[in-house]
Each structure stands twice: as structure tokens, then as C-alpha cells.
């Protein structure tokens, strides 16, 4: 464990990474596509504005334009892919999670004004990973930087029509297909990028905050897209602490808790429907639901809620800025 300062509270329950952390409560393919004698298949999603969406690996969608969600109906109103990974930026041989098909498919109802296309986000590293590591601000600035660098690379190889990009910033829990480094640098430093033996059980709140920022920057200064982060409260106060290093209230913001791993009840706005309404999106960093920064919930599919057939996200298209 590492060791925190005044402003870094310790973890709260377990870590919540999206698609490595161990799957609570999964429920099968068929228990899935049950819910559509629940929500039928012309539902769509509201109030007006609000999209469902899907994001990182495919999800199947029959037909022909315009497409609806999986399993829940309404307008496939938005696909989010990984764009990048920090572990291949260093050569670290870790997979990059893109559906070409899911993207057409957004792609084809934003054509028809129903959504937002096709959105990106990149699967950032921490201080931890970067091999020029030494603990000082300028060098974690720049480590985010280079990773921006390579962000904007891959997103100019996709056909993107979203007009933010997001920093995914979580702690997945352990090595995977995605990630050598349990927490992606952001609480420990590694001996090398690639490798899983951690030197120093500690980076500071403001190093880590440095790293986010070389990234925003180099966006805002070498392209036309809008940052984003795409995270969550727990996790987000572990990495940045509760000071100034974590307030972002004027950054826009993906969230992934609460969630669910039923597909019975999707949202109506920021709240599941019926008798999962008490369940609501939770925004980090200053933001809240009610403000323009908050953009989208991944609201059932991620780490610890894997539903049997994929991520799904709620989009507020009203805001897209």
C-alpha cells in the first residue's frame, strides 16, 4: 500500500477498474436479452436529449439504419472506443479495444441527426509507468503530453464525430490484456513501464495532476477537440486526493459508478428507472450531474457489473460542447 498524504484518503472498498476487476453479480447472455419482454422495443431513451449508447468492445446490432440499442430498444444514439493505450505506447504488447462495426453504426445514425457518432477515449498511464520518471512536475507534464501526442495520432485514424476526447483515468486492480501495472502508475512507480515489480510505493497528488494536465494541454494546443475523464468518486480521490490537485469543475466528465449488472430498468436521465431509481449517475472532481461538464454515465457493463452482453452508456447529447 502506499503511503498518503493529509488530502489522500485511504481506498474505499474495492477497486472499481472497467473491464479487469473482478465481474459482481453477472448475469448471462439469455437473463439479458430477457429484459426485452421489459422494456420494449420501441422504447427510447429520455427526456429529450439523452441518448443510450454502447462503448470499448462490440456489441451485436442486427438490422439496418437507422440502428437501436441492444436489448433495451430507442436510437443507438453513440459509440466511445479506446483509441490508445499508454502500455503500447511503450511496447509493453497490450490490447487496444475498438469496434470498427459499432462505430459505423453510430456513425450512420448521427448521419441521420440521431446521436453522437462516434466518440474516443485513451487508456491513460500515471507517473508510475513513464520511464523517464522522476518525480517532479515538469516530467509528468511532459509524460501526459506524449501520451496526447499519440491519442490525437490514433484518433485521426477513426472516423470521429464526437468532439471530446477522454482521458481514462481509473486503477483496474491487477495486470491484464490492458495494463502490466495493477494501478496504471497513478499511486505506485514501477521499475520499468512493462513491468509489474513496483519501486516506490508513492506519487504525489500534484505529480499525478501534472500528468492530466500535460494531456489536456497538448489536446487544447494541437487540435480542436474538447478534454474530458472519464472516471469515478472512489477512484478519483484515491489518485488525487480531496485538495486543489483533484477539483475539476470545469472539465468535462464520464462516469462509471453507481452502476448495475440489470439491463431491466435503463436510465431516465441520470437515474435508472423503476424500482432501481434510487441507483444515479456520481460525477467526481467538483462536478455534478446538474452541471455542462457532465456528459455521460457508463451506467451498467463495466468492471464489477458485467451484464452478458456489453457497456452501456447514457449520453447527454444536449451538451455536447
Not at 150 to 165: C, F, G, M, N, S
Not at 199 to 208: E, G, H, I, L, R
Amino acid at each position: 500500500m502506499r503511503r498518503r498524504g493529509a488530502d489522500r484518503p485511504p481506498r474505499q472498498g474495492r477497486r472499481k477498474g472497467r473491464r479487469v476487476a473482478a465481474a459482481a453479480g453477472v448475469i448471462g447472455l439469455a437473463a439479458a436479452l430477457s429484459a426485452l419482454s421489459i422494456v420494449p422495443a420501441g422504447a427510447g431513451d429520455k427526456p429529450a436529449g439523452f441518448w443510450y449508447g454502447t462503448d470499448s468492445r462490440a456489441v451485436t446490432i442486427t438490422g439496418s439504419a437507422p440502428y437501436h440499442e441492444p436489448v433495451i430498444g430507442g436510437a443507438y444514439g453513440g459509440y466511445i472506443g479506446m483509441t490508445g493505450n499508454w502500455a503500447n505506447l511503450e511496447d509493453c504488447h497490450k490490447i487496444v479495444v475498438w469496434s470498427a462495426a459499432n462505430s459505423a453504426q453510430a456513425n450512420a445514425n448521427y448521419a441521420l441527426h440521431l446521436g453522437i457518432g462516434t466518440g474516443v477515449y485513451y487508456f491513460m498511464g500515471g507517473p508510475g509507468v513513464d520511464p523517464d520518471y522522476n518525480g517532479t512536475t515538469s516530467e509528468a507534464a511532459a509524460w501526459g503530453a506524449k501520451q496526447a501526442a499519440r491519442a490525437l495520432a490514433d484518433a485521426a485514424k477513426q472516423h470521429v464525430t464526437y468532439p471530446v476526447i477522454f482521458m481514462d483515468i481509473e486503477i483496474p486492480g491487477g495486470p491484464s490484456d490492458y495494463t502490466p501495472a495493477f494501478d496504471n502508475g497513478w499511486d505506485n512507480v514501477y521499475t520499468s513501464p512493462c513491468s509489474t515489480v513496483v519501486k516506490t510505493s508513492y506519487v504525489a497528488a500534484s505529480v499525478d495532476r501534472a500528468d492530466l494536465n500535460g494531456f489536456a494541454d497538448y489536446v487544447t494546443s494541437h487540435s480542436s477537440y474538447n478534454v474530458g475523464v472519464y472516471s469515478a468518486p472512489d477512484i478519483w480521490a484515491d489518485i488525487f486526493g480531496t485538495g486543489t490537485a483533484s477539483s475539476i469543475p470545469d472539465t468535462y466528465e464520464w462516469t462509471y459508478e453507481a452502476f448495475t449488472s440489470s439491463l431491466a430498468h435503463p436510465p431516465r436521465g441520470w437515474c435508472l428507472t423503476g424500482s432501481a431509481s434510487s441507483t444515479c449517475a456520481d460525477f467526481f472532481g467538483g462536478v455534478t450531474s446538474s452541471s455542462k461538464y457532465a456528459l455521460m454515465w457508463q451506467w451498467s457493463g463495466g468492471g464489477g457489473s458485467s451484464n452478458g452482453v456489453g457497456d452501456f452508456d447514457q449520453i447527454d447529447g444536449s451538451r455536447t460542447p
